[in-house]
């Protein structure tokens, strides 16, 4: 522990050794750049049904997280991924979704419409009331693709997934075209 002594009007800190490492700690993270090292670290921890609709990335949970089901989504001519992540740490699991420019989205680029692809992905246990779990978050767009993710519910029993892809026309007033492509639904994994 910590004690802070005020003399004088300025204060002087007594660092207990365990102070002085986790200090270190973090200075050795924020200096080599891990990836996720302070993040991680400032970052919220939870463990099953406590990170249910929790943002994965904002949790300690996205730093040990592995693609534990992968499909390749295919909507008018769009090509994504879609992937139920799992973090062992957390007990928990998310969908992400990442597009890939698929032939309907190029051409419109060409043709100067420039459009984001992107979707909204959904998680739920089977068979739970109540457990349906929406977006969470989302990367910036990099080539008119925007990867999302959902919200996590907890990796007890089976897990569902579906993602509702959607195109969308750049304009500066940001009220562009919106076209709904379609919907893919996962199988469910226990």
Not at 126 to 151: D, E, I, R
């Amino acid at each position: 522990m910590s004690n802070i002594h005020i003399h004088d009007g300025r204060q002087h800190m007594k660092a207990s050794r365990r102070g002085w490492v986790t200090s270190l700690t973090v200075a050795a993270l924020m200096a080599t750049g891990v990836p996720g090292g302070v993040e991680a670290y400032a970052a919220t921890s939870c463990y099953g049904m406590s990170c249910t609709g929790k943002n994965p990335n904002t949790s300690v949970c996205a730093s040990d997280a592995r693609t534990i089901m992968s499909r390749h989504v295919v909507i008018r001519e769009n090509y994504s991924i879609l992937e139920l992540r799992y973090s062992p740490r957390c007990f928990s699991n998310w969908v992400r979704f990442t597009p890939w420019q698929g032939s309907r989205s190029m051409l419109a680029n060409l043709l100067a419409k420039a459009s984001l692809v992107s979707g909204r992905p959904w998680i739920w246990r089977k068979g739970v009331a109540h457990s349906l779990q929406g977006y969470g978050g989302s990367s910036a767009a990099v080539s008119y693709a925007q990867t999302v993710w959902s919200k996590m519910v907890t990796a007890s029993g089976t897990t569902c997934t579906s993602v509702e892809v959607y195109q969308k026309q750049s304009s500066s007033s940001g009220q562009g075209g919106y076209d709904e492509l379609g919907t893919f639904n996962a199988p469910c994994v226990s």
